[in-house]
Every structure is written in C-alpha cells, then in structure tokens.
C-alpha cells in the first residue's frame, strides 16, 4: 500500500467554523508533512513531524493546529480562518524526515473559506 | 517560501515532441528531486538526483544537474497527452522546497 489518504476532499467552512483536515497512511512511514497550496503556485510546507513529534512549524498562524495522534495519522485542526486561507492542504509521508527521501503525496483537500 | 526558479512557466507542444524545464535554486543542495502534479492533485515523486551525479535517466525522462549553475533540467522525450500536468523541482532536507514550476501542455 504505498497510498496517503486524505479527507475531505472538498470543504467549505465560515471564518467562525471549527474543522478538521484528516491524513492517513498505512505505509510504516514515520515522517509526516502539511504543505499549502495555492493556485498555480507551488506547495508550501507548513508543518513537518518526525516520530508523532514536531520538528517543524513554518511561522503558520495559530489558526492552523496540527496533531499527529499516531504514526499512521496526521491531522490540521482549523479555527477561525480567514477568506486568503482557501487553497489546497496536501499532506505527505516519507519513511523518515531527511534528505534521501522521497515524500509521498496525498490527493489534497480543497478548502474554501467564506 | 519557494526555493527557486523554474523555467519557462508554460509550455505547449505537440504529443511526439520533447519537452525541456528548467530549474535553478539558491543554496547548496544534497539532492534536487522532481515532481509532477496534475490538475490540482497530489503531487507525484519523478526522479531524485544527488548532488554527486550529473545525469540520471527513468523511462522516458532525463535529469542533469549542475551545481557549479545551481540548476536542474528534466527533460520528457516522445511526450504524450498523458505527461499533461505541472511539473516541480524541490530541494530541500526535513524542509522541502519546490520551485516555481512549468505548467506543461501536451496537444494530441
């Protein structure tokens, strides 16, 4: 299984919403990423985890709360975002964080923020 | 914040023909992989090069770099409607980086 999930694939939430962004990969992998998207630009890592644990947080705004409650599943917690935050969250897995390996990615989730 | 350049932003050509992409980066790199997205999606890992090779071949796609130039170039040869997608380079270790990217259209 060399696939990485992600649910939902579309989402349409109001700045005064709570939502969650779910990543799932069952490919033993120990690193796990979060990248934004926006259209017709390239991905931008957001947030990176080594082992369940943090290990890179890009200056992203409180707003956006990653959680990785166990190596196969990674999660973007959302609260009050703002109508520029709409863009594509894809999350990857690589086998570990450095600088051999390849990331895998996942299809994206499409966010819009009314 | 993106890594470097890629160029050129668009190209269009005919299925059959090769197509040529281009990237530079900025700082000193251990490898420079590429990546090719289509529609939107997720993105897909083509190659990975390491700053001690200067060509690497996959089926039909060629990969030279250049450190003394801090740049890449991918190369698709006998391109199909199919190889129609944006394509990234990326450098980087835990923090990947991705260039600008080429947004390559194959006409049948």
């Known amino acids: 299984d060399t696939e990485v999930t992600q649910t939902p694939k579309h989402l349409v939430m109001g700045m005064t919403n709570k939502k969650s962004l779910k990543c799932e990969q069952h490919m033993g992998h120990r690193a796990m990423y979060w990248y934004k998207q926006k259209a017709k630009k390239p991905p931008e890592l957001m947030f990176v985890y080594s082992y369940e644990k943090l290990s890179i947080n890009e200056s992203v705004p409180s707003r956006f709360s990653p959680e990785c409650p166990n190596s196969s599943l990674l999660n973007l917690h959302l609260h009050a975002l703002q109508p520029e935050d709409s ?12 600088w051999r390996e390849t990331q895998y990615f996942g299809p994206g989730t499409r966010l819009l923020v009314l | 914040s993106q890594q470097g350049e890629e160029d050129p932003q668009a190209l269009s ?17 251990n490898n420079l992989q590429w990546y090719r997205q289509n529609s939107g999606r997720g993105l897909v890992h083509l190659i990975l090069i390491r700053s001690n090779e200067r060509e690497k071949h996959s089926g039909r796609l060629r990969v030279t770099l250049d450190t003394s130039k801090k740049s890449s170039s991918l190369l698709i040869t ?27 259209t194959v006409k049948p």
Do not use: P
């Open chain 1, 87 to 98: 863009a594509l969250y894809l999350c990857a897995s690589s086998q570990v964080a450095g």
């Open chain 2, 13 to 29: 050509i005919q299925e059959g023909e090769n197509a040529t992409m281009n990237c530079s980066y900025k700082t000193s790199i």
């Open chain 2, 78 to 104: 006998a391109s199909r409607a199919a190889d129609t997608a944006s394509y990234f380079c990326a450098t980087g270790q835990i923090d990947m980086r991705f260039g600008a990217g080429t947004r390559l």
